[in-house]
Structures are given as C-alpha cells and as structure tokens.
C-alpha cells in the first residue's frame, strides 16, 4: 500500500571544485617538500633533489626607483643594476651544505622546476662582474653571471668598457 508519493531522494553533496595546475600547495605540504629537499638534497644534476634553492636579496635591496618596483624583480632600465637584469643569484642548500649566503638577508625560496641554471660555483661566484656582450647573453660562448676560461672571448670581467 502506498501511502502516498515517494519523498525526493536527498541532494547531492556540493560539487569540489579541482584545484587550479598551478594552484600552491597547502602550507603544510609546501614546509613537508622544502624539508625533506634539505634533508635528503645530494649532488644531483636535478635541482628538485639536489636541496633548496633560495634567492637572497643583495646589494640591488634599495633599489626602488618606482612606485610598482619590488625588490625580488630583476633590475631594468636606467637602474645603476641594470646590467645584472639578464641573472638572479641563488644559493643551494641542503643537510650536507647548510650555508645559506647571508643569515642577515630575506629573500625566497625559488622552484627548482621553474629555473635553468647557466651555472654554480663552491662560494660567492661575483656574478656581478661577469657581464655578456652585448647584454643578456646572445654571444653563445658567455652565459650571464658565469666565467670560464671558453668564455673568455665573449665575457667581459669587471664591467662594461
């Protein structure tokens, strides 16, 4: 016997919306993936095992020339850095290399799968000496920042002439 009809079935529960490709991780994931770079980071060709690579802020810090200008942009411009536009400086680190640049300094943490690196030194690389000519590295033989003795005909050290 029905009584009657039959009550509607229950709504559905609310639909979860994906999470944008490019969306950051939660926090807590993001601290869990950054420690356990450091603490397992080794000397790897890959950057997302080799340890954490963090971009510090130098000597462009003071830099703000205008309003819209953030000091972790790269120089441009006019700039008195300008000519170090075409590099960001990084340093590597993890348990078994555990010197950051300068434990004064802020600076960021940098995806290591966003970045391509010309090239790394054991110390203080003076990247700011080692300029391509013409600017931004368009002679094959000098990758901006970097100076190896096959460099040495499309670098110039200490400056622009």
Same mark, same amino acid.
């Given at each position: 016997? +029905?009584?009657?009809?039959?009550?509607?079935?229950?709504?559905?529960?609310?639909? /979860?919306?994906?999470?944008?490709?490019?969306?950051?991780?939660?926090?807590?994931?993001? $601290?869990?993936?950054? @420690? /356990?770079? *450091?603490?397992?980071? %080794?000397?790897?060709?890959?950057? #997302?095992?080799?340890?954490?690579? $963090? %971009?510090?802020?130098?000597?462009? $810090?003071?830099?703000?020339?205008? =309003?819209?200008? =953030?000091?972790?942009?790269?120089?441009?411009?006019?700039?008195?850095? #300008? !000519? *170090?536009?075409?590099?960001?400086? =990084?340093?590597?680190? @993890?348990?078994? +290399?555990?010197?950051?640049?300068?434990?004064?300094? =802020?600076? *960021?943490?940098?995806?290591?799968?966003? $970045?391509? +690196? /010309? &090239?790394?030194?054991? %110390?203080?690389? !003076? #990247?700011? %000496?080692?300029?391509? #000519?013409?600017?931004?590295?368009?002679?094959?033989? &000098?990758?901006?920042?970097?100076?190896?003795?096959?460099?040495?005909?499309?670098?110039?050290?200490?400056?622009?002439?």
């Amino acid at each position: 016997p +029905l009584d009657g009809p039959s009550p509607p079935p229950p709504p559905l529960p609310p639909a /979860r919306a994906l999470p944008h490709p490019n969306a950051n991780p939660p926090p807590a994931a993001l $601290v869990a993936t950054l @420690n /356990r770079r *450091f603490a397992l980071g %080794h000397a790897t060709n890959n950057l #997302s095992e080799a340890g954490v690579l $963090v %971009h510090q802020f130098d000597m462009h $810090v003071g830099r703000l020339s205008h =309003a819209t200008d =953030a000091e972790w942009t790269p120089c441009g411009g006019g700039e008195w850095c #300008s !000519d *170090f536009g075409d590099r960001l400086s =990084a340093s590597l680190f @993890n348990t078994r +290399l555990p010197f950051i640049f300068a434990l004064d300094r =802020a600076g *960021f943490v940098l995806d290591p799968t966003k $970045v391509s +690196l /010309r &090239c790394a030194t054991p %110390h203080d690389g !003076d #990247s700011m %000496h080692k300029l391509c #000519s013409p600017p931004g590295g368009n002679d094959p033989r &000098c990758s901006p920042g970097c100076f190896t003795p096959a460099d040495t005909e499309g670098c110039q050290s200490g400056g622009r002439g």
